[in-house]
């Protein structure tokens, strides 16, 4: 499995973004899709997840601002980022799990000033 992120920036506290992440390969075998950030300093943690049955999965620091969705035809899944605050701030990285294991793709850089 690839996957490709894309559409991080820098936007201001109370703008928006929309995340993409576009699997290729063995697709299949994927059994959900989801993202997680790192700021500097913290540990890794999980965003947002959707299964591939739709069932979603939020962190309480975003649940009611971001919303994540998929589109199956173009086998991508799309992370909507809405109120940013600062602390949002970090490398997004997209993540497939299932049959053929855990796959990430690149980080996307999310900056958000204040």
């Known amino acids: 499995v690839q996957l490709q992120a894309s559409g991080g920036g820098l936007v201001q506290a109370g703008g928006s973004l929309r995340l993409s992440c576009a699997a290729s390969g063995r697709i299949f075998a994927i059994n959900g899709m989801g993202w997680y950030r790192q700021a500097p300093g913290k540990q890794r943690e999980l965003v947002a997840s959707i299964t591939s049955g739709g069932t979603t999965t939020y962190a309480d620091s975003v649940k009611g601002r971001f919303t994540i969705s998929r589109d199956n035809a173009k086998n991508t899944v799309y992370l909507h980022m809405n109120s940013l605050k600062p602390e949002d701030t970090a490398v997004y990285y997209c993540?497939?799990?299932?049959?053929?294991?855990?796959?990430w793709g690149q980080g996307t850089q999310v900056t958000v000033s204040s």
């Open positions: 993540n497939s799990y299932g049959l053929a294991g855990d796959y």
